[in-house]
């Protein structure tokens, strides 16, 4: 067994001795064996080699690879040592921090891949180049250095694309989490993991996650769930969202999925499917307003003030995140009731009600009846916020349908 500390900077030369740059990274397949898949190697300083590991020859004071390599990209399910586990808190499904990952130890023999991880003080030792020291320090002592580790079977691989290692005991305080928190975990993750993920919740848990997911994950899942499994989210889900799913998927499979609901179940879920597919973009405005989740009241106000001028109206101000995904809203009432200092996110609602801009304009607006609402934001497949839509607008729709026959 190797640690990393113990390769992160060694030179690494091809065969015949040119030195091609230093180990910077490794990069692991996330997965119940973490295979070492690729070496990232630093040939300038800002410049980068990727390679398959398949061409690592052999590791001594020099990192040995074949000359003929040849450079490859991140592919998916493989993530970064360094960026996604080195250094990161070790925490349970609740959150608490427990410990720190100071080293990583890698099995070279039978494979190379992930053992599991050094949390102890002997992690910390080995990058400072001063473990051996400390070793001979305390057997003077007579006292024995043990080292902390953690074994990869004892880490849940859910939370590293989101930079935390998680531990996967008591997987029950999954369901401890808001279905909109897990379902943003999920996202970051892939399809596989994701169903094996949905497979250890209760049944009806799961499915509030899946309603929760973007529509183009949604779609993704449905087309690799069976048919008996799709029927049995979809006698869960709220009509409406299960319309938006179906209209993503082949039609036979549809119309397979369909067949096996209860009568009742299927006239509603036929009737949503014959509704005008008019494209509900031809009736959304961009006369809206967005802050970050770390904006202050006082932040607000100022932006509504300069930004809003010549709006209509304003009712809902919307937060999302750097990649304009929607993550929250909350109504200027709500926003006057706040102290100046208070940031967006500890007032804001996260369980948002949206539509899709493949949504047909007749289910908006049962959602806009069903919830009271005036307004519902209009998200693409991957939750990025594209206009809102208003009670108004759909109204006149229909009046012009009607007065055109």
Excluded at 25 to 52: C, G, M, Q, W, Y
Excluded at 380 to 391: A, M, P, T, V, Y
């Amino acid at each position: 067994m190797i640690y990393f500390s113990e390769l992160k900077g060694k030179e690494i030369c091809t065969e015949d001795d040119i030195k091609v740059g230093v180990l910077e990274d490794l990069i692991f397949l996330a997965s119940e064996k973490p295979n070492i898949t690729k070496l990232v190697i630093r040939d300038l300083p800002n410049s980068k080699l990727i390679i398959p590991v398949s061409y690592l020859r052999k590791i001594n004071s020099v990192i040995s690879i074949k000359k003929d390599y040849h450079t490859v990209e991140l592919e998916e399910n493989e993530l970064y040592l360094v960026k996604n586990m080195l250094d990161k808190q070790i925490i349970d499904l609740q959150g608490n921090k427990i410990v720190r990952v100071n080293d990583i130890a890698i099995q070279d023999k039978d494979g190379f891949y992930i053992a599991g991880v050094d949390i102890g003080i002997l992690g910390i030792l080995r990058w400072l180049k001063l473990e051996n020291i400390f070793t001979k320090i305390i057997s003077a002592l007579h006292l024995k250095a043990t080292s902390s580790f953690l074994s990869w079977a004892d880490i849940q691989p859910l939370e590293l694309t989101r930079g935390q290692v998680r531990l996967r005991k008591e997987e029950k305080k999954l369901e401890k989490l808001h279905p909109e928190d897990l379902a943003d975990y999920l996202e970051k993750t892939n399809i596989i993991n994701t169903k094996k993920i949905l497979k250890m919740l209760d049944e009806k848990f799961a499915v509030e996650v899946i309603s929760k997911l973007n529509i183009s994950f949604q779609s993704a899942l449905f087309k690799q769930f069976s048919t008996e499994k799709a029927v049995k989210v979809v006698k869960l889900i709220d009509p409406d969202d299960a319309v938006d799913i179906l209209l993503t998927i082949p039609t036979k499979k549809r119309e397979q999925i369909v067949s096996l609901l209860s009568t009742e179940k299927i006239k509603e879920i036929n009737h949503l499917l014959a509704l005008s597919r008019i494209p509900i973009g031809s009736l959304i405005t961009t006369e809206f307003l967005t802050v970050l989740p770390e904006n202050t009241v006082r932040e607000v106000i100022d932006k509504v003030k300069k930004g809003t001028s010549d709006f209509f109206s304003l009712i809902n101000i919307y937060v999302v995140n750097k990649d304009n995904q929607l993550i929250g809203v909350f109504n200027i009432h709500e926003l006057l009731l706040q102290v100046s200092d208070r940031a967006v996110y500890k007032f804001m609602t996260q369980n948002v009600i949206v539509v899709h801009l493949t949504t047909p304009v007749e289910i908006a607006m049962r959602k806009m009846f069903k919830y009271k609402l005036v307004h519902l934001p209009v998200i693409d497949d991957e939750k990025r916020l594209q206009g809102i839509i208003s009670i108004a607008d759909t109204g006149n729709y229909f009046l012009q349908k009607i007065n055109h026959g």
